[in-house]
């Protein structure tokens, strides 16, 4: 087992929770509208649906690696292209985020879990990006790779909840430091374009 792969695959998945994105910003506005809990119930609905995408992956990905090395390269080398090509459209942003409160509608914390849920479900680019993100860090040649994209998709989960939940709690506090920071958002925009840039050549040079 490849420790350091995992690794690796913890900080690349902090790196991407803390980047600015339509989920944990979608977060942070429920959490400053409606309160944290609010916050933490649809951070647990996104999560959730992760593991059913977790689950697609492993099935299908699974029977790919065991037909053919070539195809496995395959979806690894378009996985890296589509990650350079989110970099691309960050680049091309503006770099400014929108915290405005009233476009928030006050939701019950069942409401909000179960929209985090479908949100996550229903959306293909996120079954796109596990795609892209996950055949990259397989960390084991004995361990079933069924098995391993579940221990992938259970860290991506852990990891993501902890940093989705702090933006939770600290939403207060984030929403005041970026308002009194107008170039954080371009800061931040640089990390997304090192982070996916980073991730796609990692996914590039990593062997199976």
């Not at 994209?149 to 600290?170: D, E, K, P």
């Amino acid at each position: 087992m490849n420790y350091e792969t995992l690794y690796t695959f913890m900080l690349a998945t902090m790196a991407l929770s803390i980047s600015p994105g339509p989920d944990n910003i979608y977060v942070l506005m429920q959490s400053l509208v409606n309160g944290k809990k609010h916050g933490l119930a649809t951070t647990a609905g996104l999560m959730s649906g992760c593991l059913v995408h977790t689950s697609l992956l492993a099935f299908g990905v699974s029977m790919v690696i065991k037909e053919s090395d070539t195809l496995f390269f395959g979806i690894k080398l378009l996985g890296a292209i589509y990650l350079f090509y989110l970099a691309y459209k960050v680049f091309k942003s503006s770099g400014s985020l929108s915290l405005t409160e009233g476009s928030v509608p006050k939701k019950g914390l069942w409401e909000l879990f179960r929209q985090g849920f479908i949100m996550n479900v229903l959306n293909p680019k996120v079954a796109i990006f596990f795609l892209a993100f996950f055949p990259g860090f397989l960390f084991s040649d004995d361990m079933s790779t069924v098995v391993q994209f579940y221990v992938l998709g259970l860290v991506f989960m852990f990891v993501s909840f902890i940093v989705f939940s702090l933006i939770a709690v600290l939403s207060g506090s984030i929403s005041s430091y970026f308002t009194s920071k107008p170039k954080m958002g371009i800061y931040l925009k640089w990390l997304q374009i090192i982070v996916f840039i980073g991730i796609a050549v990692y996914i590039l040079v990593s062997d199976k």
